[in-house]
């Protein structure tokens, strides 16, 4: 796989796992508007879990070379990421 492959789809699992993290902090901030506490813990946990998958798609592309400015360049929304 070249250099170029890798990137891209390293900011296409990037965009995919920022969208179901956006979705679930979306859904978790609802649940306390809702007063539900203890099913937003548990929304919570699935997305602290997206958020270390995207730390981990951050750290593969760091040990393949392409910085995080690189990265978020080719991702959808450049500038939005944490």
């Given at each position: 796989?070249?250099?170029?492959?890798?990137?891209?789809?390293?900011?296409?699992a990037y965009d995919d796992v920022y969208?179901?993290?956006?979705?679930?902090?979306?859904?978790?901030?609802?649940?306390?508007?809702?007063?539900?506490?203890?099913?937003?813990?548990?929304?919570?946990?699935?997305?602290n879990g997206k958020s270390c998958l995207?730390?981990?798609?951050?750290?593969?592309?760091?040990?393949?070379g392409i910085d995080w400015d690189e990265?978020?360049?080719?991702?959808?929304?450049?500038?939005?990421?944490?």
């Amino acid at each position: 796989m070249e250099r170029e492959q890798i990137l891209a789809a390293l900011a296409q699992a990037y965009d995919d796992v920022y969208r179901e993290y956006q979705i679930l902090m979306a859904f978790g901030t609802q649940l306390l508007k809702d007063g539900k506490r203890e099913t937003y813990h548990e929304v919570e946990w699935y997305a602290n879990g997206k958020s270390c998958l995207l730390d981990g798609i951050a750290q593969a592309a760091a040990a393949l070379g392409i910085d995080w400015d690189e990265l978020i360049k080719r991702t959808e929304k450049e500038g939005v990421h944490p």
